[in-house]
Nanobody, 123 residues
Framework: QVQVEESGGGLVQAGGSLNISCTAS????????MGWYRQAPGQPRDLVAS???????NYADSVKGRFTVSRGNALNTVYLQMMSLKPEDTAVYYC?????????????????WGQGTPVTVSS
C-alpha cells in the first residue's frame, strides 16, 4: 500500500511566497514521476508542475517563472516553491505520484493522490 502525505499550504497575500511538500511512503519499488495538481471551486483538476525521477520538469504555462518543483534526495519527496502568488492561484493543491510496487513477483504501476492542501491567496 502506498500513501501520499502533503504538508504546507495556507493563507498568503498576493505577491507572497509559500512552499508545500509531499512524501510518498509504502512498498515503493520505483517512483516514476511526482507532481502537483490544483483544483479551484467549480474547476477541473489541472497539472501545476511535475518532475520525473530523472529530474525532467513540466510546468503549467500559468506558473512558469513563478513556481519551482523539486525532489528530495530520497526521490519520494517532492516540493513546490511558489513565488509571486496571485489570487488566481487559490485552489486545493493535490500531490500526485506514479509509482511501481512489487506484488507477488510482479511490478504494478499505481497512480496515488494525496488528500490535498488548500492554498489561499488574498488580494
Amino acid at each position: 500500500q502506498v500513501q501520499v502525505e502533503e504538508s504546507g499550504g495556507g493563507l498568503v497575500q498576493a505577491g507572497g511566497s509559500l512552499n508545500i511538500s509531499c512524501t510518498a511512503s509504502g512498498n515503493i519499488f520505483n517512483t516514476v514521476v511526482m507532481g502537483w495538481y490544483r483544483q479551484a471551486p467549480g474547476q477541473p483538476r489541472d497539472l501545476v508542475a511535475s518532475i520525473t525521477s530523472e529530474g525532467s520538469t513540466n510546468y503549467a504555462d500559468s506558473v512558469k517563472g513563478r513556481f519551482t518543483v523539486s525532489r528530495g534526495n530520497a526521490l519520494n519527496t517532492v516540493y513546490l516553491q511558489m513565488m509571486s502568488l496571485k489570487p488566481e492561484d487559490t485552489a486545493v493543491y493535490y500531490c500526485h505520484s506514479r509509482v511501481y510496487v512489487e506484488s507477488a513477483g510482479r511490478y504494478i504501476a499505481l497512480e496515488v493522490w494525496g488528500q490535498g492542501t488548500p492554498v489561499t491567496v488574498s488580494s
